[in-house]
């Protein structure tokens, strides 16, 4: 079997200037080529679309994942191909990967098998800069923090209350807390930091989530760098640092274009994490796809109860998008892994466990139908280990809770494989819907932090000691109408990433609550949740290679 780094290298590429061009009629000077393969979109092009309407918007989620895989963005790309197979005027709107991932556990994030995007090695491994342009600008900021700390300090900031930490784009624990300037005065002031991944930052979020430039540096300004000792809060436009941090993101805020195995474009632009930060692709990208496409195919991260709630409750409440239909991802071995089989065991067909493990696709559906009103179809992830039996179960457990469940076969056949589905989400998006949000935007913020715990999560309640709690009363005093980013454990409804299914009645335990005046959320960190993911004790890196020619090996 081919891997998919090889599957992707078979592929007759296009060059993209002429791809689009021919495709969509986008003229050469709209776009700037990194490689023959690869473009940045202008914005002038993106601002002759306005007049346009929109196409449908239907969005990619998931059951929770697990370590078997259910195949998110492979089934996003395979529906895009699709949806183009029986003429439909279609684009993918996907997040670029993080290297943290690419050399940690999953390893690449640019689909699989005969549903990706390519060139596959490039988007896995720096692509267009664009996370590194972000980690710059954010890291900035915290230079031009402690520069000014050390020429005299005019803002009275408080060193012991820095709310700014500094990121990279790579899993390493050891920089989750650390102790900087040392080594006497010309070094800077001693203080307690840390680092948080790039897909945790808030410049990655404020990016993801404006329309343009200058909005970029109006949010920029706005990012909460810390506190004075008289208790005042300093930001980054005090700092005077959002020109120069937006300088940087020029060329990042414009989105990407790249194409898939059947040489549909695809925009691949931002990635925030969805258990850490609001899981994503850039607003910008989604509404330009929108005008260019009548059909847009998108992905939210993990499971429904991490990106697809964020996608509406953050993303589509500040954007104004909707979307017009969901699509449901699960897999038969993902699936018998929630109802209690080992990793190792998967292979055996196991009616009784896929049955028991049923309980998480179906609270994920109900919550889309029943939560945010809106349509939704269960794409089954064909794997050649599923047997009749699992699928027939499977199909019909779906219909006895209203719904539809469709094998789709685009890991092995490309778009061909997923046509059926492609056709029931033609129908989905054609109707009318109750689309709504989880909660209102005057709710309180504790308040919106159990609606989302009890009514998604299915946990009895919330809990958080008494400083968090008077840290939540204060900002709910100023930022009532800002939505939650709940930071979670992907694996599970609960704060434990051992409980798998669907659990109820536990507690969603808040460990601590920050302010993202930028991006205008909260981010409630819950659990034992991490903003710098580790390295697994075999990480992917160990199998990643190069040879002498250049050729890339292990990125799967």
Same mark, same amino acid.
């Given at each position: ?12 590429? #296009?060059?993209? &200037?002429? +791809? ?28 002759? +679309? ?67 995007? =390519? ?65 006497? #005065?010309?070094?800077? =002031?001693?203080? $307690? ?63 990407? +274009? ?9 925009? =691949? ?39 697809? $709630? ?59 139908? $029943? ?12 794997? &050649? ?33 997923? $046509? ?56 709910? #005093? ?79």
């Amino acid at each position: 079997m081919l891997s998919d780094i090889e599957i992707a290298r078979q592929a007759t590429l #296009r060059p993209i &200037v002429e +791809l689009a061009q021919d495709r969509f009629g986008i003229a050469p000077e709209h776009l700037d080529p990194y490689g023959h393969y690869k473009a940045k979109l202008s914005f002038d092009y993106i601002q002759s +679309l306005q007049d346009r309407p929109d196409g449908k918007l239907i969005l990619v989620t998931a059951i929770s994942p697990t370590p078997a895989g259910e195949g998110k963005t492979t089934t996003t790309v395979g529906l895009g191909d699709a949806l183009n197979r029986i003429g439909k005027k279609a684009l993918i709107c996907l997040r670029e990967p993080s290297l943290g991932p690419c050399f940690g556990i999953k390893g690449g994030a640019a689909g699989g098998g005969r549903a990706q995007v =390519v060139p596959m090695e490039d988007i896995n491994l720096h692509f267009t800069g664009d996370f590194h342009a972000i980690g710059v600008a954010h890291n900035l900021l915290s230079a031009l923090a402690d520069n000014h700390i050390h020429h005299g300090n005019a803002l009275d900031l408080d060193v012991r209350q820095m709310a700014w930490k500094r990121v990279i784009d790579m899993n390493d624990r050891n920089l989750r807390q650390i102790v900087e300037g040392l080594g006497g #005065r010309v070094n800077g =002031v001693p203080r $307690e930091d840390g680092f948080d991944i790039v897909v945790a930052s808030e410049v990655m979020a404020i990016l993801c989530l404006v329309d343009d430039l200058g909005e970029l540096k109006r949010q920029l300004g706005k990012v909460l760098v810390g506190h004075s000792r008289g208790g005042g809060k300093v930001f980054a436009r005090d700092l005077k640092a959002q020109g120069a941090m937006a300088a940087l993101l020029k060329d990042a805020i414009r989105p990407n +274009l790249v194409q898939t195995l059947e040489n549909n474009l695809a925009f =691949v632009h931002g990635g925030p994490f969805a258990n850490i930060a609001h899981g994503c692709n850039t607003a910008i990208a989604t509404k330009t796809a929108l005008k260019m496409a009548d059909y847009v195919v998108t992905e939210a991260g993990f499971g429904a109860d991490l990106g697809a $709630e964020k996608f509406i409750d953050i993303k589509c409440r500040k954007t104004g998008l909707r979307p017009d239909a969901v699509v449901l991802v699960a897999t038969v071995r993902a699936l018998k892994m929630h109802g209690g089989v080992p990793k190792d065991a998967l292979q055996e067909e196991n009616l009784a466990a896929l049955e028991t493990g049923f309980a998480n696709l179906e609270r994920h559906f109900r919550n889309i139908r $029943e939560q945010f009103g809106l349509p939704c179809v269960v794409a089954i992830n064909h794997f &050649v280990s599923d047997t009749e039996a699992e699928i027939r179960l499977l199909t019909e457990k779906v219909a006895a809770i209203g719904g539809k469940a469709l094998v789709c076969r685009h890991w092995a056949e490309g778009g061909a494989g997923a $046509e059926t589905l492609a056709r029931e989400v033609v129908n989905l998006v054609s109707a009318p819907n109750q689309f709504r949000f989880l909660y209102e935007d005057d709710l309180p913020l504790w308040e919106k932090i159990k609606t989302i715990a009890t009514r998604l999560y299915g946990a009895a309640g919330v809990s958080a000691d008494s400083k968090v709690r008077r840290q939540i009363e204060a900002l709910d #005093r100023e930022c009532r109408h800002f939505p939650i980013c709940m930071a979670k454990t992907q694996y599970s409804f609960a704060c434990d990433p051992e409980l798998r299914g669907a659990p109820t009645g536990h507690t969603v335990t808040i460990r601590e609550v920050r302010p993202a005046y930028g991006a205008e959320f909260i981010v409630v960190i819950c659990g034992n949740i991490m903003t710098m993911p580790g390295l697994p004790k075999s990480p992917a890196a160990e199998r990643i290679d190069i040879d002498e020619n250049g050729q890339i090996s292990g990125l799967f």
